[in-house]
């Protein structure tokens, strides 16, 4: 990574933040798919370590009930610690192209699936054991990848929850896959120390990003925002796909 790319990750850093501003999610899933697409996915991983920490801490803890959904969801969070180290294999074994598939149709997947299919309202007694294996895959495409959202956002959204509990459930979630990312890098000799500043300096356009797109929330459609917003990321994941096997 070279001096002439800092004020790109500053720019993608603070788009991402808006995004999250006015969506409440999306910050990773964005820093990955834009640094992802000229970076490493290793090194776009790395770089958004800390932001996304800081970020999704600060929604964790703004909610009511950490303890119940902690109690509630831990099978599942436990799953993604797992798969998240095992697949991070993927990430830090040096397969750029094959990185930059997976990322590609990871971001695919996604945007297609937010964008066409009805929401999911899965049975109450099918949790306890569909908790653990959402949590692996999750994992998985984490590790492989650096995007935490498939197919955990989708599942918790069945879940029925509150308003404000769903936003603290992801929270938890996306906070969980970003420490299970760093120790999975670590684990497999990709030691996140080297970005460490960058990323660190990158939790600062992030928050400025987030206070813009809360400002911006109450002047927009989010719903057109996010409509936007997920075929941007369709057409990044096919471009990345596409890269990716070539």
Request: with cysteine.
């Amino acid at each position: 990574m070279t001096d002439h790319a800092f004020p790109f990750i500053v720019a993608t850093f603070f788009a991402a933040g808006i995004v999250k501003g006015v969506t409440g999610m999306g910050l990773p899933t964005v820093a990955m798919a834009v640094l992802g697409s000229l970076l490493s996915p290793l090194t776009a991983a790395t770089l958004l370590l800390v932001p996304s920490f800081v970020t999704n801490v600060w929604q964790l803890v703004a909610g009511p009930k950490f303890g119940m959904l902690v109690r509630r969801l831990w099978p599942m969070m436990l799953a993604i610690i797992i798969g998240t180290v095992v697949g991070t294999m993927m990430l830090t074994g040096g397969g750029t192209g094959r990185t930059t598939m997976g990322l590609g149709i990871a971001l695919v997947v996604y945007a297609a699936y937010t964008l066409l299919a009805r929401p999911l309202h899965l049975p109450p007694r099918w949790e306890p054991w569909l908790s653990p294996v959402v949590g692996l895959v999750t994992g998985l495409v984490t590790g492989a990848t650096g995007v935490f959202v498939i197919p955990a956002v989708p599942y918790i959204q069945s879940l029925d929850l509150e308003r404000d509990d769903l936003v603290q459930a992801l929270g938890l979630s996306f906070t969980v896959s970003t420490i299970a990312l760093a120790i999975g890098m670590v684990w497999h000799g990709a030691s996140p120390a080297a970005h460490l500043l960058g990323s660190t300096l990158a939790v600062i356009p992030a928050l400025l990003g987030m206070a813009a797109g809360q400002w911006i929330r109450t002047r927009i459609s989010p719903p057109l925002f996010r409509r936007l917003f997920l075929i941007f990321l369709l057409l990044l994941g096919l471009e990345m796909a596409v890269q990716g096997l070539c």
